[in-house]
């Protein structure tokens, strides 16, 4: 399951889609990413592989 952290990363960056945003917010950046990067593992783990890449 994908943490309320992350959608609320998701519509901050959605709302302020700016470099200058997103440097401020790097180190929620990589917990969102560590957060979908396991969720996809897990996923594939159960057999319900999915073909999305979420590159860093």
């Not at 992350?6 to 969102?32: C, S």
């Amino acid at each position: 399951m994908l943490k309320k952290t992350t959608f609320d990363f998701l519509k901050g960056l959605k709302k302020n889609n700016t470099k200058e945003w997103f440097d401020k917010n790097r180190e929620q950046y990589r917990e969102v990413y560590e957060n979908f990067k396991i969720r996809f593992q897990l996923e594939g783990l159960i057999g319900t592989t999915s073909n999305f890449r979420f590159m860093p």
